[in-house]
């Protein structure tokens, strides 16, 4: 009997140490000491700790670990599943979900390429422009549709700027899938495609309006030499 109360006791202290593992490190992945956290939970995984092989799967997942590991937390995650952690269970669901919507989280981190930004009504087509007008029905027609170029160009970067960032795009559904990398490759790749919708939209409309310009320097020179010309000839 004192051999087995002995056992107990041994058992007791050391389910009892772990715990005080657990929380320690814990307390260090809080703080964000992520090397310190993840060799608490690495002894005590290899050890048999379900937590903390739970703990293992989120770091390998998310990146903690130093960098992300799929097949290392997919691992993890399963000795841990296997105990029965519920948290292990559904993270291997969500894990399954990543293979089934590969080709999403691919398409928001490097293929999307804001095409509905600078389509539809806000694709801004501006009017041909000709060195001069001398006719009042053309100089009203293209004064007509510059300011409804003008307004369509006006929306278009309106537009882009209430969808800045474009993360916010992501549906929910896909971004909850990503791992932080992905997170990151996205905004970069994101920025990227923003950055040049709204250079080349920048660049296209200066050449518009530089047009536009001296469409209306050479229309109004004309016009003044016309009127000259023809207060000239009523004078005779």
């Known amino acids: ?47 048999g700790n379900v937590e903390a092989q ?15 590991d799929l097949a290392k ?14 948290i ?4 291997l669901e969500m894990m399954k979900k990543r293979a089934e919507r590969r080709a999403d989280i691919e398409y928001w981190t490097s293929k ?20 001069l007008s001398k006719q009042n029905d053309e100089i009203d027609g293209l004064g007509a549709k510059m300011t409804a170029w003008q307004d369509c160009y006006n929306n278009f970067v309106q537009n882009l700027n209430n969808s800045s960032p474009l993360t916010k795009l992501i549906p929910k559904d896909v971004a909850d899938l990503m791992t932080k990398d992905e997170h990151e490759q996205a905004a970069k790749h994101l920025a990227g495609v923003l950055s040049r919708i709204a250079e080349d939209a920048k660049v296209s409309s200066k050449l518009v309006l530089a047009d536009f310009a001296a469409w209306r320097d050479a229309t109004d020179k004309y016009v003044s030499e016309h009127n000259a010309m023809v207060k000239d000839a009523k004078a005779r």
């Open 1 to 47: 009997m004192k051999k087995y109360l002995f056992c107990l006791a041994l058992l007791c202290s050391g389910a009892a140490l772990a715990a005080d593992d657990i929380a320690t490190a814990n307390a260090l992945f809080a703080k964000k000491s992520y090397p310190q956290a993840l060799q608490i939970y690495t002894r005590l995984a290899n050890g």
């Open 54 to 68: 739970q703990h293992l799967g989120e770091m390998y997942l998310y990146g903690e670990a130093g960098a992300v």
């Open 73 to 86: 937390s997919e691992a993890w995650f399963t000795k841990a599943a296997a105990k029965g952690n519920k």
């Open 88 to 91: 292990a269970i559904a993270s």
């Open 112 to 131: 999307y390429d804001g095409t509905e930004l600078k389509s539809g009504k806000y694709r801004c087509v501006a009017p041909r422009i000709p060195a």
